[in-house]
DNA sequence: GCGCCAACT
DNA sequence: GGAGTTGGCGC
C-alpha cells in the first residue's frame, strides 16, 4: 500500500492525464500499441510436482519431485531448501532430502496399447517403457476451464490461452470489466477532433492495491506520493482480476500459481517469476526500467538462446543495463535491422507482441530416444506401436471420433548421426485410427531404412500436425441458417475468429459486468451503467466494417443461471450463461466450413464425379457420441478424481 | 517439406 | 542436463 494520505487533494484542477482519449479507445479495441494495455501472466509453480502432490493428496510442505527414469523433471517448492534442482539425480535427491517423494511419471510399456499407468517398477523398464505426459495434460484442460469460467464472470471475451503457462489478454477484458462503468467521466461520446485530448485525471491520489501484490519499486525519477494516473488503475484492476483468477484454481483444484501483471507480455512474464511460488507482482509503467535494469538479458524471452548468447559475446555484456548505453547504431553495426530494433526497444519495456487467442494444439508428438541404440526394424516397429497408441489416444480427446479435429500430416522423425524427418499427408478420406497412425508410420520408416544408414537408432519419434476442423453433426448448418441476415453478412468474412469475438458484443450487459463490493467499487462511488456499452467509445475508426453488423446477432431468451448443459455438437461442458456464445460460435465455424466445402466441392466436381460428402465428415461412429472419460482410457478417473 | 531454434517441466 | 513436448521461423 503506498501512503494514504495526499498532501492536497487538488488544489490543481487543471491537471490533465499523461493519456488520451485516442488510447482509452485503443485499449478497447484490444489494440498492441496503447501505453493502457495490461497483460498477465500467469503460471503454475512446479506444474508437474504439483500435479502429484493433487493425484497423491501430499500438502503443501511434503517434499516432492516428478522423476522421469533416473532424473527429475520437476522439484516441488518444499524440497528446493534441500538443494535439490533439476539437474539432481534421484540417488542425490535422496541424499539431500531423505524424505522427498520421488513419483516417477505414467508410462505406456510395450504390448499394452494405448493405456498408461503410474507403475512402482517403471524407472526400472527404460528399455520397454515410454513416458506419458497425458495426467499433466488432463490437470492442465481442467485449470485452463476454471481460469475461463472465473474470468467469463468478469467479461464476455474470450479468453487467450497457452497451455502450461497461461497469458491472458486482459486488455479488452478490463475494459468490459468496469472501467467506463465505474469511471463515467471516460464515457464522453468524442468526436474526431478531440480523440487526442488528454483524459481528466483518475478521481483518486492513490490506487488501492491490494497488500498482498508485490509492487516493483519506482523508477529513480518517480515516486509513490504522485498522483496516479489511467495506467495505474487499469493495472490495479488486472491485478485484481488476476488474484480472482488465481483464487478460483486454489479453491476448486488446489493448485498454487503466481503472476505478473504488466503492460506487455515480456514484463509479465519476467513479472511472474519473480515471487514465486503463489504470489502476484505487479510492474507499473512507472517501475520498468528499474525492473530491467537489475536483469541479464538473457532472461528475456527470445534472448535465452544463441541470439541471447550472440549479443552477449558481441557487446561483451549480459547486463541490460550495459546494453542501455549502447547507441542504436552500434547495435544496427553488429546484428540485422529487425533485431536492432527489437533488442533497442525491449531492454526498454517496450514489446508489442500479441496474445494468441488459441487453445487449439497445432501437433501432437510422442517421442522415445535409446539408450543403448536400436538396431533392427522389429525393434523399432515396436515403438511404433506405442507411438500410434499414444497419439491416438491424445486424438480421441481431441475429438478425431467425433470428427471435429483432424490432422492432415503425419511425420517421422529418425536420428542415427543427424536427425532426419519423412511426413506424408494422412488420406483424408480414411477413418484415422490406431491402425492407420501404425501402418503410416511404417511406411515413413521404410523409406527411411530405404535410404540407408538407418541404424544405430538413437532417437525415434512420430508426430501428426496440420490439423483441420471438421463438423460433427448436420443439423447445425441449417438450423442456424434460419438467421439468413446475418448469413450473409458472416460469410464475406473471411476471419472467422473476429466474427467470434464481435458477436459477443450482442450478449447482455449484466453479464459482463462484476463489481463486487470490495474491489475497484469500494473506492469509487460512481453508480454502473448499464446498458449501450457499445456505443460509448466507439469512434468512427473501426477497422471491420463488416464485424459491425454482427452486433445485430439476435441474443434470444438469455436466461441467467449457474447450471452447465453439455453442447450436443461439440460435447464440451458449458456454463449454460454461456450458451449464447457457444452456439455463436459453432454458428460462425459452420458457415465457414460450409464455405469450404463448397469450394472444395466445386473442385472435386470440377475434376472428377465425386460426391462432395462422400468420404468422411458427419458420422458418428464409435461409441455413442460420448466425447469425454471414456472407459477405455479410464485411468484417468482414478486419479485426480 | 524439412531443419533448426527456443521454451518449458 | 536429458527426455519429452510444443510452437515458430526460414529457406
Known amino acids: 500500500m503506498s501512503s494514504a494520505d495526499p498532501p492536497n487533494a487538488s488544489p490543481d484542477a487543471v491537471k490533465h492525464s499523461r493519456y488520451t482519449f485516442r488510447q482509452l479507445h485503443l485499449l478497447r479495441q484490444g489494440s498492441t500499441a496503447t501505453p493502457l494495455r495490461a497483460i498477465a501472466h500467469i503460471d503454475l509453480d512446479a506444474f508437474y510436482a504439483q500435479c502429484e502432490m493433487v ?28 538443494g535439490i ?6 540417488a542425490e535427491a535422496r541424499k539431500l532430502c531423505p524424505n522427498i517423494i520421488l513419483q516417477h ?83 464522453q461520446n468524442l468526436q474526431d477532433d478531440n480523440r487526442d485530448a488528454e483524459l481528466p485525471p483518475p478521481p483518486t491520489t492513490a490506487i488501492p492495491w491490494d497488500a498482498r501484490d508485490s509492487l516493483i519499486e ?12 489511467w495506467d495505474d488503475v487499469v493495472m490495479q484492476i488486472a491485478a485484481e482480476i488476476v488474484r480472482s483468477v488465481r483464487t478460483a484454481v486454489w479453491n476448486q ?59 552477449t559475446s558481441d557487446f561483451g555484456t549480459e547486463q541490460v543495463i550495459d546494453l542501455l548505453g549502447i547507441p542504436y547504431e552500434q547495435l544496427r553495426a553488429k546484428l540485422d535491422d529487425h533485431t536492432a530494433t ?42 511404433l506401436h506405442i507411438f500410434a497408441a499414444d497419439i491416438y489416444g491424445r486424438l480421441v480427446e481431441d475429438g478425431v471420433l467425433e470428427n471435429r479435429r483432424r490432422p492432415r500430416v503425419i511425420t517421422l522423425y529418425h ?49 501428426v500436425s496440420s490439423f483441420e476442423d471438421g463438423v460433427s453433426k448436420n443439423k447445425a448448418i441449417e438450423g442456424f441458417l434460419v438467421r439468413g441476415d446475418q448469413a450473409k453478412v458472416i460469410s464475406q468474412s473471411t476471419r472467422i475468429r473476429e466474427i467470434d469475438s464481435t458477436s459477443k458484443e450482442a450478449l447482455p450487459a449484466e453479464k459482463k459486468r462484476r463489481v463486487d463490493g470490495g474491489g475497484i467499487k469500494r473506492f469509487f462511488t460512481h453508480s454502473p451503467f448499464p446498458g449501450d456499452s457499445s456505443s460509448a467509445l466507439v469512434g468512427n475508426e473501426s477497422p471491420q466494417p463488416a464485424d459491425q453488423d454482427l452486433t445485430n446477432v439476435p441474443s434470444g431468451d438469455f436466461e441467467p443461471t449457474l447450471s452447465q448443459y453439455t453442447c450436443d455438437r461439440c460435447s464440451k461442458v458449458i456454463p449454460e450463461d454461456g450458451r449464447e456464445e457457444h452456439d455463436d460460435w459453432h454458428f460462425a465455424k459452420d458457415l465457414e466450413l460450409q464455405d469450404r466445402q463448397e469450394a472444395i466441392s466445386i473442385q472435386q ?37
Open 85 to 90: 534442482t533439476r539437474m539432481v539425480t534421484t
Open 253 to 311: 483444484l488446489h493448485y498454487t500459481c503466481s503472476a505478473g501483471v504488466a503492460r506487455n507480455k515480456m514484463l509479465a512474464k519476467l513479472g511472474s517469476a519473480c515471487n514465486k511460488p503463489n504470489a502476484q507482482t505487479i510492474v507499473r509503467n512507472r517501475a520498468v526500467q528499474f525492473f530491467l535494469n537489475g536483469y541479464k538479458f538473457t532472461q528475456i524471452r527470445m534472448l535465452g538462446g544463441k541470439l541471447g548468447e550472440q549479443i
Open 105 to 187: 511419471v505414467a508410462t505406456f510399456r510395450e504390448g499394452e496399447g494405448g493405456r498408461w499407468a503410474y507403475r512402482d517398477d517403471s524407472f526400472k523398464n527404460i528399455r520397454t517403457d515410454k513416458v506419458s505426459l497425458d495426467p499433466y495434460r488432463a490437470e492442465s484442460r481442467k485449470i485452463l476451464k476454471t481460469m475461463k469460467e472465473e474470468l467469463e464472470q468478469w467479461s464476455s471475451e474470450a479468453v487467450d490461452e497457452e497451455i502450461q503457462s497461461l497469458t491472458l489478454g486482459l486488455s479488452a477484458c478490463l475494459e468490459k470489466a468496469g472501467i467506463d462503468e465505474v469511471y463515467p467521466e471516460l464515457r
Open 218 to 229: 519506482l523508477d529513480k525519477h518517480e515516486r509513490e506520493e504522485d498522483d496516479p494516473d
Open 342 to 383: 527489437w533488442l533497442y526497444g525491449v531492454i526498454r519495456g517496450e514489446d508489442r507482441s500479441e496474445v494468441n487467442p488459441r487453445t487449439q494444439i497445432k501437433s501432437m508428438l510422442s517421442a522415445k530416444s535409446f539408450r543403448p541404440s536400436i538396431n533392427s526394424v522389429e525393434q523399432a516397429e515396436k515403438w
Open 605 to 641: 466436381q470440377s475434376q472428377q464425379q465425386t460426391p462432395p460428402h462422400s468420404a468422411r465428415g458427419i458420422s458418428t461412429r464409435g461409441r455413442g457420441g460420448r466425447g469425454r472419460g471414456k472407459p477405455e482410457r479410464g485411468q484417468k478417473r482414478l486419479f485426480f478424481q
Open 55 to 82: 493425484r497423491l493428496g501430499t500438502d503443501r510442505d511434503t517434499p516432492l519431485a516428478v522423476r522421469q527414469w533416473d532424473s527429475l523433471i520437476a522439484v516441488n517448492y518444499a524440497a528446493r531448501p534441500s
Open 415 to 463: 536420428r542415427v548421426a543427424q536427425s532426419r524427418s519423412r511426413q506424408i499427408p494422412i488420406p483424408g478420406s480414411s477413418k484415422i485410427d490406431e491402425d492407420l497412425l501404425f501402418e503410416l508410420a511404417k511406411k515413413l520408416l521404410g523409406q527411411v531404412v530405404a535410404e540407408g544408414q538407418a541404424w544405430p537408432c538413437s532417437n525415434l519419434s512420430l508426430s
